[in-house]
């Protein structure tokens, strides 16, 4: 299976994917294969959990990853971005793995992120893992944003009067399918038509079940459906349709 980093290599040079259309409080949006969350109507892209600067997290507390992952990361971003030249790009938290990723991040991932951000509005919003914002990076950093019939966030709220039109990141929702005699699992998009949860866009990133008692009360399950990230298109399988 090509990895997500190589789909963008081949996006870049014309290569056809297939998305999924959804609506999320009346907003049309297509899921792209990528992980990334696109509103036409709204000329507005939305990622969410880019993780960024992981590996030089776990290296701070001295754990050795490969510290490749926030170039990867960007390329798959930039990919994105090419393919559909947003207004406007909604970051939805968890942007570094934790507080000091931003202010250490490297001159030039920094100047990569300032260029992909040159001509457009950039939103990061505050995460559980980068609460005080970015350092020294173009846009703006902000709780949530309310904007278009929608709300966008970090952690979803359980039911009530502000999640209607909700997009938000924070969980990585993934889902499982049975394909021929085997079971497939992958990051996903989540949706009831009411609210959309973001899968995770950082590499190094995992998933929690869309059956986790975490996701519970988030979604009327019989609206619910997950779009799963395939390798070059996205497949959309309602939740009763779901492995347990």
Known sequence: MLSRLALSERLSTGFECFGAETAINGVAALCDPLG???MPDLSLLVVSDLHLEKGAAFARRG???????????????????????PKIVVSLGDNFHDRKGSEHLPLPLREIIKEMARGREWIWINGNHDPDGTVDLPGSSVDEMFYANLV?????KLKGADTK????????????VRRRDKTVRRPCFATDGARLLMPAFGVMSGGLDLRHKAMRGLFDH???????????????????????
């Open 36 to 38: 990334g969350l696109y």
């Open 63 to 85: 754990m050795m990853l490969p510290p490749y992952d926030t170039i990867a990361t960007l390329k798959i971003l930039a990919s994105l971005i090419a393919r559909y030249d």
């Open 152 to 156: 966008f966030r970090h952690e979803p």
């Open 165 to 176: 039109g909700e997009i938000a990141g924070h969980l990585h929702p993934s889902a499982t």
């Open 222 to 244: 019989a609206d619910l459906i997950a779009h799963l990230m395939g390798r070059d298109r996205i497949y959309s399988v309602r939740f009763g349709s779901l492995l347990g």
